[in-house]
């Protein structure tokens, strides 16, 4: 099945004033994202309070993925963690509209070893009569992502190809948590380029491996949006609602074709490769004899160009030879 939505992180954006938190709904109201990383801040926000920022993400048709345990929250140990779980995990667990992640960093809990998180992710899953996903973020090649509680892989790394190479014979869906934000700081993590942003979506939704959305501009209040809410001032925000309108078509069963081009692929129905760097001037696809709509997206200009119909059994795309761009074959009767 095909993860059809798109995610963006805004860790504190329940913690500011109201006029703040309301900027943030608006300007999720009107992104591609249909899911928010954030954290829960337990210790810095009360259940009431945290409920109810659950439900105004509820009512814009946002789900809520709840990051439980963060470091400088007082909790030091495992014991702590479970207490601290029971209390915040059946609250929230009466939402539809939440997910789960235990932790984004589980190495800034060295008191913590494997046996403990997979231990607290039961204790999670027990407490949540609606069975909704829950994850771990950690490193593409961690063990710790092939444990039998998480409902599916959540990882760091730096490109989604890094992270399909990693993760290739994972046995469940595996999405992108982190692999660096658009901005200008001095961080390498928190200073990707808008271009590098919408590549690196359109490659890991290519390659099943979404990734999601994150902006590190300071505003005049030295404020950000994946630290604190607000609102998106990035480029990359406007073209993900392209890559947002292009997965509502594709079909629920397409799969991941390796080839030198990422590709996604039904076999004789559809087809959408994702060129990215490579500027190529043409591509050809074996495709089963018949006839397909042929169309050219340029990702970063945000265009659809109809190429006309197609015969197979070998179908050749011209493209403009520059990069970032993606082609989508849709057989038709």
């Given amino acids: 099945m095909i993860d ?10 329940h913690l500011h004033d109201e006029r703040r938190r309301a900027r943030t709904l608006a300007a999720l ?9 954030m954290a829960a801040l337990a210790s810095r926000c009360s259940l009431d309070a945290l409920e109810e920022r ?8 946002v789900t809520a993925e709840l990051v439980l345990l963060r470091p400088g929250e007082g909790v030091e140990d495992a014991e702590a963690a479970a207490r601290y779980l029971s209390e915040v995990v059946p609250r929230l667990a009466a939402h539809r509209n939440v997910w789960w992640s ?12 494997e046996h403990d998180w997979v231990a607290l992710g039961n ?18 090649g961690s063990p710790l992502l092939w444990r039998r509680i998480w409902t599916h892989g959540s990882v760091r790394a730096r490109s989604p190809r890094d992270a399909w190479v990693a993760t290739r014979h994972h046995h ?21 380029t808008p271009e590098e942003v919408v590549a690196q979506a359109w490659d890991g939704v290519v390659r099943r491996r979404p990734v999601t959305h994150g902006e590190a501009y300071a505003g005049d209040d030295g404020l950000t949006w994946s630290q604190d809410g607000g609102t998106l001032a990035g480029a990359a925000v406007p073209r993900l609602a392209l890559l947002r309108q292009v997965l509502a078509a594709v079909p629920d069963e397409a799969a991941y074709h390796d080839r030198d081009a990422p590709m996604l692929e039904l076999t004789g129905e559809f087809y959408l490769e994702f060129c990215g760097e490579h500027r190529f001037p ?9 006839r397909y709509e042929a169309e050219v997206i340029d990702t970063w200009e945000m265009t659809v160009t109809p190429l006309g119909i197609m015969k197979g059994p070998v179908v050749t795309v011209p493209l403009p030879g520059t990069v970032g761009q993606a082609i ?4 038709v009767p």
């Fill in 4 to 13: 059809k939505g798109l995610a963006t992180t805004a860790l504190g954006w």
């Fill in 29 to 37: 109201r009107s992104s591609p994202f249909d899911r928010v990383r």
């Fill in 54 to 61: 659950v439900e105004e993400l509820a009512a814009i048709g």
């Fill in 102 to 113: 235990l932790t984004d960093d589980p190495a800034a809990f060295p008191a913590f070893d």
């Fill in 123 to 140: 204790l999670v899953a027990e407490q949540d009569p609606l069975h909704h996903p829950l994850s771990i973020t950690a490193e593409a």
């Fill in 172 to 192: 469940k869906p595996v999405r992108m948590d982190m692999c660096g934000y658009e901005g200008d700081a001095g961080d390498p993590w928190l200073s990707l």
């Fill in 282 to 290: 043409e591509r050809s696809f074996d495709v089963p004899d018949g």
């Fill in 328 to 331: 989508r074959l849709r057989h």
